[in-house]
């Protein structure tokens, strides 16, 4: 009688302990199941004072897509590549003969411009001598311009020497924007940017600038080469960046 109840109390905490362990159980997974359904936000580095971007963007595809209105516009696209396309390919080409003056630019460079539409500026590059030129934009047009999202540039690191835009205000992440252009530009290359300071720019713009300085903090592998004014269809400053140099490592 003694050693059978002996036994029921031995066998009593296991009783309970086994519903214990499959609460437990249960909760973890029920927690688990939760943190996989619960949308993480998405966590970006923060953005300079001086650059704001524009609301109204409800996910990437829809930024891509109000892009794409202006980028396939058939008025705007029969405009670029007639009564705009001489005009654009020769201010294109003061711009890039300047920078060849001023060492900046050589017909050696492998160069690449950002944002390039139907290709003036590649265009205006090759005509002053800088053969290996190519642009990217989300609608390529061939052979002077290829099919890339300059968020996420479809090229290897260091592939370019020299890297020239003037749609840095069409950025929706500005830092993925320069991110890019300094994974894909050589040590020691060149990028310029021209953007609008005086003025906001058009409605297709993600972003608005209001001075260079956060270009100085978004540019964390680059040093500011210089600063000029210019006149560049609706933009008013030029800001040309080289990349730096890595240090080499003492024995």
């Not at 029920?30 to 949308?39: G, I, K, N, R, S």
């Not at 749609?167 to 609008?196: M, N």
């Amino acid at each position: 009688m003694h050693a059978v109840m002996k036994n029921t109390i031995l066998k009593l905490p296991h009783l309970f302990l086994k519903p214990l362990f499959l609460s437990l159980a249960l909760s973890l997974a029920v927690l688990l199941f939760l943190a996989v359904q619960t949308p993480h936000k998405r966590t970006s580095s923060k953005l300079p004072a001086g650059v704001q971007i524009r609301p109204g963007y409800s996910s990437y595809d829809s930024y891509i897509q109000r892009q794409l209105n202006k980028t396939l516009n058939p008025k705007l696209r029969k405009i670029w590549i007639t009564r705009d396309w001489d005009r654009k390919v020769l201010v294109f080409s003061q711009f890039f003969r300047n920078l060849k003056e001023r060492n900046l630019l050589f017909n050696e460079s492998k160069a690449l411009c950002i944002g390039a539409r139907v290709g003036q500026e590649v265009e205006a590059l090759r005509r002053v001598g800088v053969s290996d030129s190519v642009g990217i934009d989300l609608v390529p047009y061939p052979p002077l311009v290829l099919k890339g999202d300059f968020h996420s540039q479809p090229f290897d690191d260091e592939s370019f020497d020299f890297e020239f835009s003037n749609v840095f205000d069409h950025a929706l992440y500005p830092l993925k924007f320069v991110r890019e252009i300094e994974r894909t530009l050589r040590e020691g290359g060149v990028c310029v940017l021209h953007v609008a300071l005086s003025r906001r720019a058009d409605k297709y713009s993600a972003n608005d600038l209001y001075s260079v300085e956060p270009l100085l903090e978004l540019f964390r592998v680059s040093e500011l080469v210089e600063v000029r004014k210019v006149d560049g269809f609706g933009l008013d400053t030029e800001v040309v960046f080289r990349k730096k140099k890595k240090k080499k490592k003492k024995n």
